[in-house]
């Protein structure tokens, strides 16, 4: 499967951003797909992930309440709604998906990743 991300860019700290992962292939709706973040000078964290089915989803700690993970199996997509963005989130973003169909916070347990797309938070 091919992963293409896009939806970073610019904002100012307490906007919103929704990053949207498109994939390609009739079995996407079968993938356990998560999100990604890597900022300058630090390791690839997990984001958010959800199942198969939409059913079940898991935030980091540092994005509860604020980021959203959902997925349109109809359209191949799998969404990220960001909301009072801060500074700190900051980073290169990247879609993952995985052959089983639960999430994972492990980057290890991704078989495919897609390129990263920037969000900048300025203050």
């Known amino acids: 499967v091919q992963l293409q991300a896009s939806g970073g860019g610019l904002v100012q700290a307490g906007g919103s951003l929704r990053l949207s992962c498109a994939a390609s292939?009739?079995?996407?709706?079968?993938?356990?797909m998560g999100w990604f973040r890597q900022a300058p000078g630090k390791e690839r964290e997990f984001v958010a992930g959800?199942?198969?089915?939409?059913?079940?989803?898991k935030h980091a700690d540092s994005v509860k309440g604020r980021f959203t993970i959902s997925r349109d199996n109809a359209q191949n997509t799998v969404y990220l709604q960001m909301s009072n963005l801060k500074p700190v989130d900051t980073a290169d973003y990247y879609c993952?998906?995985?052959?089983?169909?639960?999430?994972?916070?492990?980057?290890?347990?991704?078989?495919?990743w897609g390129q990263g797309t920037l969000v900048t938070v300025s203050s």
């Open positions: 959800i199942s198969w089915n939409g059913k079940s989803t």
């Open positions: 993952a998906a995985r052959d089983s169909g639960a999430w994972s916070s492990r980057s290890s347990d991704y078989n495919y």
């Open positions: 292939g009739r079995a996407f709706s079968s993938y356990g």
